[in-house]
């Protein structure tokens, strides 16, 4: 049986998944791929690109917390950093933030002027939708908020300006948005998506009107016929499914715990308010408040606000 014959035979690994998205996008070679998908987002045209971490370590395949990100630097003065998120999606926007804070960081030392600082993007593709936008292709910037009336100084500007920088900007794409309006095909954007999100009809229709899809294809043929890659594959997608079931588990037990505390404190409450009940009839009876406390426990403090 030929390779070709073998490969239409077996089941492509999804895009979708971030070790087969990482190995695609991220490796070293394929940097035409990574400048068309960048390009389709960002809407420029990329001169120069390099892939700052094209190796995928060990240890990250198994590991249920680490990211698969792509860090590269664009046109040599815009670093990115991309990364298809599959698992938990809690706190995505403050995550975005720290991603950005550490580009900034590698880029710039203390000893550097602030001006040499450069622009810095990043990109979140996300199986989930997690932005209260309807849109799913959401980019945001450092914006000022709109003057309040009673700090407004006459300085002569007829229009002000809206964002702080355009140095740091922020993408977030939602899959599930994108499959739910099924768009038709209009631009290189929407072909890139359809071939991450896995729609076979669509990814046969995209790969023959852009050589870097059909490239990518290719590749994705080759490396799901590869049973070591396909192995690797497995292990990050249980891992992964390992973790999501740990998380929904402890979430189930820190519920129940809940429940049961809430339930003893309600019990507690009601064994209280029945002792106090006791008291009050024992108060108005003119017992001694010794011996009140000592039937009901409670403190003189306690049965003297009755």
């Known amino acids: 049986m030929s390779n070709l014959k073998k490969q239409k035979e077996v089941e492509m690994l999804p895009l979708s998944n971030d070790y087969v998205f990482k190995r695609i996008f991220g490796k070293g070679g394929n940097e035409k791929i990574l400048k068309s998908l960048l390009e389709a987002i960002l809407k420029i045209h990329i001169q120069k690109i390099e892939i700052k971490n094209p190796e995928i370590p060990k240890e990250a395949i198994d590991e249920k917390l680490s990211i698969l990100d792509i860090k590269a630097e664009i046109n040599n003065n815009t670093m990115i950093d991309i990364e298809l998120q599959v698992g938990n999606t809690t706190a995505i926007e403050r995550r975005l933030v720290v991603y950005n804070a550490k580009l900034i960081a590698g880029e710039i030392k203390v000893s550097e002027e602030y001006k040499k600082a450069k622009d810095t993007i990043v990109i979140c593709i996300i199986n989930d939708n997690v932005v209260k936008r309807n849109a799913y292709l959401s980019l945001a910037m450092l914006k000022y908020e709109e003057t309040e009336e009673i700090r407004y100084v006459n300085i002569g500007y007829e229009k002000e300006e809206e964002y702080l920088t355009n140095m740091v900007k922020y993408y977030i794409i939602e899959l599930p948005k994108?499959?739910?309006?099924?768009?038709?095909?209009?631009?290189?954007?929407?072909?890139?998506?359809?071939?991450?999100?896995?729609?076979?009809k669509m990814i046969e229709e995209c790969k023959n009107e852009n050589e870097?899809?059909?490239?990518?294809?290719?590749?994705?043929?080759?490396?799901?016929?590869?049973?070591?890659?396909?192995?690797?594959?497995?292990?990050?997608?249980?891992?992964?499914?390992?973790?999501?079931?740990?998380?929904?588990?402890?979430r189930r037990k820190g519920l129940e715990e809940g429940e049961k505390r809430g339930e003893k404190r309600g019990e507690k409450r009601g064994e209280k308010r029945e002792k106090e009940k006791i008291a009050k009839k024992m108060k108005a009876e003119g017992l001694d408040i010794e011996l009140i406390k000592k039937i009901t426990n409670l403190t003189e403090e306690e049965i003297n606000l009755l």
Do not use: C, H
């Open 212 to 250: 870097e899809i059909k490239e990518a294809i290719k590749q994705l043929k080759e490396m799901s016929a590869d049973e070591y890659e396909r192995e690797l594959y497995e292990i990050r997608e249980r891992s992964r499914l390992t973790y999501n079931t740990e998380m929904n588990e402890a």
């Open 178 to 200: 994108f499959k739910k309006k099924k768009p038709k095909v209009a631009d290189l954007l929407e072909k890139w998506l359809y071939v991450i999100g896995g729609d076979q």
